[in-house]
């Protein structure tokens, strides 16, 4: 099956601080989403970025597809963006994908005030 | 509108007894998907329930069985459990059309067997 590794697996950051989450695929695919992990265990939207780059506030992701990776660019860090981040990434063989998503170990982030 | 609605959130339970978890889709959705999250494995897709069918399962025992009802209200049973069980079960909903679908997940409900 399709492998997602992401790095790096810890991440220690002053508040205000800029940060850069990567997450590489094995193989492609037409699904891919990242998501934080609050602290008491639900995974939130971030993006769904199967290609290209969107921005939502100090968050902004790119997907280069051609290359199998993503990358989650997090700018002005606060103590509230403490978490696990994961990549979850979907690959449809004929239909046969549904509802699969494959996850990355995740980084953890930790912001300190 | 309302998201994806897990209950329990907690519950506790000991080695050799079942355990059934509910999860409730948002409006409109018909995809429902469950993942186990443990400290070990990660996280691991158990199956998907589109229109009261499973369309897709994952690499887990018999133990693990779900159901979706006419309304995509979907719960998953556990039974005869094992400490290895423990676990967060998190569930997920979609449009569940052909192609890629972005899966929203629920708040989970929190395994711990005794």
């Known amino acids: 099956g399709i492998q997602v590794e992401q790095s790096p697996p810890d991440l220690i950051l002053q508040e205000g601080a800029n940060s850069t989450l990567r997450c590489n695929f094995s193989?492609?695919?037409?699904?891919l989403q990242w998501f934080h992990q609050n602290p008491w265990g639900q995974l939130i939207n971030l993006f769904y970025i199967p290609s290209g780059t969107k921005q939502n506030g100090r968050l902004s992701a790119t997907t280069v597809a051609t290359e199998r990776y993503s990358l989650l660019y997090i700018s002005s860090s606060q103590t509230t963006d403490s978490g696990v981040y994961f990549c979850?990434?979907?690959?449809?063989?004929?239909?046969?994908?549904?509802?699969?998503?494959?996850f990355g170990q995740g980084t953890i982030l930790t912001v300190h005030p | 509108k309302a998201g994806v609605t897990q209950t329990p959130r907690y519950l506790i339970k000991t080695r050799g007894q079942q355990v059934t978890l509910s999860c409730s889709p948002i409006s409109g959705h018909r995809s429902v998907s469950w993942y186990q999250q443990t400290p070990g494995q990660g996280l691991q897709f158990l199956f998907e329930?589109?229109?009261?069918?499973?369309?897709n399962k994952g690499n887990f025992p018999g133990r693990f069985s779900g159901r979706q009802f006419s309304n995509s209200r979907s719960e998953m049973n556990v039974s005869t459990l094992e400490l290895g069980d423990s676990a967060l079960y998190l569930c997920?909903?979609?449009?569940?059309?052909?192609?890629?679908?972005?899966?929203?997940f629920g708040a989970g409900s929190r395994l711990t067997v005794l």
């Open positions: 329930y589109f229109s009261e069918t499973q369309r």
């Open positions: 997920a909903s979609s449009l569940g059309g052909s192609g890629a679908n972005v899966l929203t």
């Open positions: 193989d492609s695919v037409n699904n």
């Open positions: 979850a990434v979907e690959r449809n063989l004929g239909g046969t994908s549904y509802g699969k998503l494959t």
